[in-house]
Structure formats: structure tokens, C-alpha cells
């Protein structure tokens, strides 16, 4: 099964982020072979959270996945996003045909209940890095859509989603992750 966890730091949190990159990293080495996405966002140079899309065993395999990360026990994060997700794509982000750099990259999350939106892959698909609908924990009920895009600007990475469908939509700016 397929989640999507995203770390929101703490305000005033980045020396104890970057006093713990080893041990996130390391933490994140462990689930290599079921990373489908990652990396931080950000405000201007700042990190402003953490994102991780992986497929684990299930439910609570992705609870124990978020809260025994390194920052998350440490008090780096205020709080998270965990959300089973469904991998629209087929792919990881490392497949992307746009490679690691070059142009703005974007986290899209659409909050909603009620009637799925945006199932459908968008037009532009070669800009998407990972795309698809956040669920229940069981997968029946449809709660938003995850996209990490490559878009001219934040107006733009936001036109991926039906805006009317959605409760709230946030645009992070957000890069690959891993090890430097």
C-alpha cells in the first residue's frame, strides 16, 4: 500500500533539523527499496517540511513509519500529514523524465471530501513527478490529490487541481531529497 507522510517543521526548528540530517537520512536509507518520492519544501531558502511517498505493509506500518522518524521524535515537526495514496503515475521520482534539477518544483495538496476529483492523470503528464488521490486508511474514502509537479510558477503548479473541489488546496516549493 502506498502512503503519502508529510513532516510540517516546527517554527524555529532548522538547527535541530540540520543537527539531525544524518539521522534522518540513515532513517530513510532503512526504506530505500519503497521510496516513491521525497525531499523537502520550502519558503525561500528555509525548510518548511518533509515529504516521503512509500509502500509499506499497510496502516500501521506508515503510522510507525512517520512517528519513529528521527525529527518527528526529536520535536523538529509540529505536526503530519499521513494518508494512504495511490500512485496514479506507476512510477517513482526517479523516473521522471525531467531529471533532479532545472525549473521550479512544486507540492500540490488538495484537502476534500465527498465526491473524488482529479482521478484522471492531467494534461502536461510530463511535467508530473508523482501524482495521485489521497484516501482513508481502508482506500474507500477520497480525501484530496497529491501532485509533485515541475511548473512555471506557484499559480501554475495550483491549475493542476479542480479548484472548486477542494476545501484547501497548499502549494509548496519542493525539490528531490536524499542524500547530498
Same mark, same amino acid.
Given at each position: 500500500?502506498?502512503?503519502?507522510?508529510? &513532516?510540517?517543521?516546527?517554527?524555529?526548528?532548522? @538547527?535541530?533539523?540540520?543537527?539531525? $540530517?544524518?539521522? *534522518? %537520512?540513515?532513517?530513510?536509507?532503512?526504506?530505500?527499496?519503497?521510496?516513491? /518520492?521525497?525531499? =523537502?519544501?520550502?519558503?525561500?531558502?528555509? =525548510?518548511?517540511? $518533509?515529504? *516521503?511517498?512509500?509502500?509499506?505493509?499497510? =496502516? +500501521?506500518?506508515?503510522?510507525?513509519?512517520?512517528?519513529?522518524?528521527?525529527? &518527528?521524535? +526529536?520535536?523538529?515537526?509540529?505536526?503530519? #500529514?499521513?494518508?494512504?495514496?495511490?500512485?496514479?503515475? !506507476?512510477?517513482?521520482? %526517479?523516473?521522471? =523524465?525531467?531529471?533532479?534539477?532545472?525549473?521550479?518544483?512544486? #507540492?500540490?495538496?488538495?484537502?476534500?471530501?465527498?465526491? /473524488?476529483?482529479?482521478?484522471?492523470? @492531467? +494534461?502536461?503528464?510530463?511535467? #508530473?513527478?508523482?501524482?495521485? @488521490?489521497?484516501?482513508?486508511?481502508? !482506500? +474507500?474514502? %477520497?480525501?484530496?490529490? /497529491?501532485?509533485?509537479?515541475?511548473?512555471?510558477?506557484?499559480? $501554475?503548479?495550483? /491549475?493542476?487541481?479542480?479548484?472548486?473541489?477542494?476545501?484547501?488546496?497548499?502549494? *509548496?516549493? %519542493?525539490?528531490? !531529497?536524499?542524500? @547530498?
Amino acid at each position: 500500500m502506498e502512503f503519502l507522510c508529510y &513532516h510540517r517543521d516546527r517554527p524555529g526548528s532548522l @538547527p535541530l533539523r540540520e543537527e539531525l $540530517s544524518e539521522e *534522518h %537520512w540513515s532513517y530513510m536509507d532503512r526504506y530505500a527499496k519503497e521510496m516513491i /518520492a521525497r525531499g =523537502p519544501t520550502f519558503s525561500g531558502d528555509t =525548510p518548511t517540511g $518533509s515529504l *516521503h511517498i512509500v509502500d509499506l505493509a499497510g =496502516p +500501521a506500518a506508515a503510522r510507525a513509519f512517520a512517528l519513529d522518524e528521527p525529527n &518527528h521524535q +526529536a520535536g523538529v515537526y509540529r505536526d503530519v #500529514l499521513l494518508r494512504r495514496w495511490r500512485n496514479t503515475l !506507476g512510477r517513482t521520482m %526517479w523516473d521522471f =523524465p525531467g531529471g533532479r534539477t532545472g525549473g521550479n518544483r512544486y #507540492l500540490v495538496l488538495g484537502l476534500g471530501t465527498g465526491q /473524488a476529483a482529479d482521478l484522471a492523470v @492531467p +494534461a502536461g503528464r510530463d511535467e #508530473l513527478i508523482a501524482y495521485g @488521490p489521497l484516501l482513508s486508511d481502508d !482506500g +474507500a474514502a %477520497w480525501l484530496g490529490t /497529491a501532485a509533485l509537479l515541475r511548473a512555471q510558477d506557484r499559480a $501554475s503548479a495550483r /491549475a493542476v487541481l479542480t479548484r472548486e473541489r477542494y476545501a484547501a488546496v497548499e502549494v *509548496h516549493d %519542493w525539490q528531490f !531529497g536524499g542524500r @547530498p
